[in-house]
């Protein structure tokens, strides 16, 4: 007997201290473990200044994708491709030279910022990524470091420059998308073989310095940059030059954000340093997928931001949408409310046509959200995980003593089960309007939440105040074994 005691001991110890070790490998190591990074995170955990709450409460927003690769919209001598239409230049092989003659083409008439602008207000966006220069190297301001911008186009105008105002105008965040690979530039190197290279690159690395300098005088506004194109061999040797674009930003204007996709490491270790730190201030991997909300929960942890297209893979404008399936607006909806959930940003793509227009798909899709926005936005606006136990009929998200449970599949039982932690108490469950909802205790942090009296027909909102019932005195007693 005592010996069958011993064993179950010995194996219990032993299970504890495999799960605890289990446990050490997915934190960060211990800090006198680490390795001495001279590039890596520049600061541990989430920043919590005004500037990075004001990223994270607003939860919701636009990405444009604009550039020369609208006006083919995935076409070229005849053909159309079906990959993303702002590579079009890559699958289609068209050299830099020709390629840019479509400058002469860039005349969009129909472009009004402050159209643009109420749009995004409309659908309920707090803020919106602008493609200042994509993979193909055309700027939409008037870069000097250049030839490739709008000012040498018939426009002529600062597309950029008339967004940043018109959005800003109707209170709306502007955040720079940037792409460091730049096909338009001679210097550009995928990797560094050689000392030419090495001298090419180098040079390469100033004029990015020049434009990312020139964005920020020019745009002092900008609450954001988010980097692309960074993945090529050449800037995982440049680790050093990362650090340092996200530094010189980020003092050249006090409180922007930088995404993870920037950064690389002293070893070449890109998002995440090799100690196993986010670097920039949010995760930036999320991209037309999003963490499965039990398994992922790890990713409450920092902040992220997901960015998702409405087709299956189109970021700028393509002129047919029939290659692929193109998301309803539910689906939209659902992984906005998805990514608030679990604490992330969600950012809706748009590729505005040529003429400077948006196609009537994206224009229906932004009025859809913008509708629910205006009903149900609360539980979006200002909200982030809330911790508790997902549930098939939806999501929950919190605000303070707010918890939300936004409904996507409600039950043929029309009881909506809701399991509190241990030492919170559900006291009120209500419509966003204030109509009182139904809710019964249980079990033990158990609950029944009623339907509304009248059956939705679209996603619906919840409200539950809570309170931490630790002094409450505990009605349920446990059974003694
Ligand atoms: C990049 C671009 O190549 C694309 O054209 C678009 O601008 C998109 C927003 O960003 O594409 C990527 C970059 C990174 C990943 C996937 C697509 N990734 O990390 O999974």
Redesign the pocket.
């Known amino acids: 007997m005592k010996k069958i005691l011993r064993v179950i001991l010995l194996c219990s110890l032993f299970a504890t201290t495999t799960f605890a070790q289990q446990q050490q490998q997915r934190q960060p190591l211990p800090a006198e473990q680490e390795i001495p990074l001279k590039y890596g995170a520049d600061h541990l955990g989430k920043r919590h200044d005004a500037a990075m709450q004001k990223f994270r409460d607003n939860r919701l927003g636009a990405?444009i994708?604009w550039g020369l690769y609208a006006i083919p919209g995935g076409e070229w001598n005849g053909k159309v491709y079906n990959g993303?239409a702002?590579?079009l230049k890559s699958w289609a092989k068209v050299p830099a030279d020709e390629w840019m003659k479509l400058m002469e083409q860039w005349n969009p008439e129909k472009f009004n910022a402050k159209t643009w602008a109420k749009m995004a207000k409309k659908m309920g966006v707090k803020y919106v990524k602008i493609?200042t220069k994509?993979?193909e190297g055309f700027c939409l301001w008037p870069s000097k470091y250049s030839r490739y911008t709008v000012a040498q186009t018939p426009h002529k105008r600062d597309v950029l420059g008339e967004m940043v105002k018109a959005y800003n105008d109707e209170g709306i965040d502007v955040h720079f998308?940037f792409?460091v690979m730049d096909w338009s530039n001679p210097d550009y190197r995928y990797d560094i073989k050689s000392k030419e290279d090495e001298v090419a690159f180098a040079r390469f690395l100033e004029f990015t310095d020049n434009q990312l300098k020139e964005l920020a005088t020019r745009y002092p506004t900008v609450k954001d940059f988010w980097f692309?194109?960074t993945?090529d061999a050449s800037i995982k040797k440049n680790g050093w030059w990362t650090a340092h674009a996200e530094r010189m930003l980020k003092e050249m204007l006090p409180g922007v954000t930088v995404n993870s996709?920037l950064r690389a490491d002293d070893y070449g270790k890109r998002h995440f340093d090799s100690n196993g730190h986010l670097m920039g201030d949010y995760e930036s991997?999320y991209?037309?997928r999003l963490p499965h909300p039990v398994k992922d929960l790890k990713v409450t942890r920092w902040d992220w931001e997901a960015?998702m297209t409405v087709p299956e893979n189109q970021?700028?404008y393509h002129k047919d949408w029939s290659i692929s399936y193109v998301k309803t607006p539910l689906e939209v909806l659902e992984r906005i409310v998805h990514a608030v959930s679990m604490g992330g940003n969600m950012v809706v793509?748009f590729g505005p046509q040529p003429d400077g227009d948006f196609r009537a798909e994206e224009k229906n899709l932004a009025e859809a959200i913008g509708k629910w926005m205006q009903r149900y936005g609360e539980c979006i606006y200002g909200c982030d995980y809330a911790g508790w136990e997902k549930q098939s009929w939806g999501y929950f998200t919190r605000k303070d003593k707010q918890v939300y449970m936004v409904v996507f599949n409600p039950p043929y039982s029309q009881k909506l089960v809701v399991k509190t932690p241990k030492g919170t108490k559900i006291t009120k469950a209500e419509l966003p309007d204030g109509e009182e909802i139904g809710v019964i205790e249980i079990a033990r942090n158990e609950y029944n939440v009623s339907m509304p009296r009248k059956q939705p027909t679209e996603p619906f909102v919840i409200r539950l105040q809570i309170e931490d019932a630790a002094s409450a005195a505990d009605k349920y007693r446990d059974a003694l074994t």
């Open positions: 990405f994708h993303a702002e590579w493609t994509h993979h998308y792409s692309d194109g993945w996709r991997g991209e037309r960015v970021w700028g793509n």
